[in-house]
């Protein structure tokens, strides 16, 4: 079992830049998260997927956000333009979907926007 | 938006000792989970918790599930160093149980 891949593990770019976050959730789960983690704010749920279709996007922060499911087995999260208050570690988790079933999360990826 | 709430947010312990963390909220919950999050990963999985009153050990780690369903705690017995992390709880409230929430969670350092 591969579990949750994420790449880039960690990304530097100054402001103004577009930035793309890559996800490959664990073959067979069904719903996919978008968390961000910061010390202020802990993890925040930004959107999930069910079936990838995007069921809940109230957590993204701004429309410089979206995210993007477009197979089981692969989604995106871009920020565009890219600030610095959005350096944070993201992270992506996939699970089988009931509310029971636990999350299994990949490494994350450190974003640093100067 | 609802939080959980977890204390302590951060223990300094001795090698051997026991720890005990909890975590409460206003909502009810009808999972209660308890991740470990290690330095440079994601959180990973420790114990699930699907009944009131549900008392689960896995190792040296035991939680209990409140039986207000408003609560859980977790506890760490003959603390080894690599029990330095941190700890999250985490479930889907009753009133949005399609969204899992989770605590700013307990930071464990353990001195030498």
């Known amino acids: 079992d591969a579990g949750v891949i994420q790449s880039p593990r960690h990304e530097v770019t100054e402001m103004g830049q577009e930035v793309t976050l890559r996800c490959k959730p664990i073959s067979g789960h069904n719903s996919l998260f978008w968390y961000r983690q910061t010390m202020m704010r802990g993890l925040e749920l930004l959107i999930y997927?069910?079936?990838?279709?995007?069921?809940?996007d109230s957590g993204m922060p701004e429309d410089r956000f979206s995210a993007k499911m477009p197979n089981a087995s692969f989604s995106t999260l871009k920020i565009q333009p890219s600030e610095p208050r959005d350096s944070a570690v993201y992270f992506c988790?996939?699970?089988?979907?009931?509310?029971?079933?636990?999350?299994?999360f990949g490494n994350g990826t450190r974003l640093t926007v100067t | 938006g609802q939080q959980l709430n977890q204390s302590p947010q951060s223990m300094f312990i001795q090698e051997g000792e026991d720890v005990s963390m909890n975590c409460t909220s206003s909502s009810i919950f009808n999972t209660w989970l308890w991740y470990k999050q290690d330095p440079g990963e994601g959180p990973v999985l420790l114990i699930a918790l699907y009944k009131a009153g549900e008392l689960t050990s896995n190792g040296r780690l035991t939680a209990q599930f409140g039986i207000t369903r408003k609560d859980s705690f977790l506890n760490i017995s003959a603390s080894i160093p690599s029990d330095v992390g941190i700890y999250f709880c985490?479930?889907?409230?009753?009133?949005?149980?399609?969204?899992?929430?989770f605590g700013k969670g307990t930071r464990l350092h353990i001195l030498p």
């Open positions: 997927f069910n079936n990838n279709v995007p069921i809940d």
């Open positions: 985490a479930g889907p409230p009753l009133y949005r149980d399609d969204k899992i929430i």
């Open positions: 988790a996939s699970s089988l979907g009931d509310y029971n079933s636990p999350l299994h």
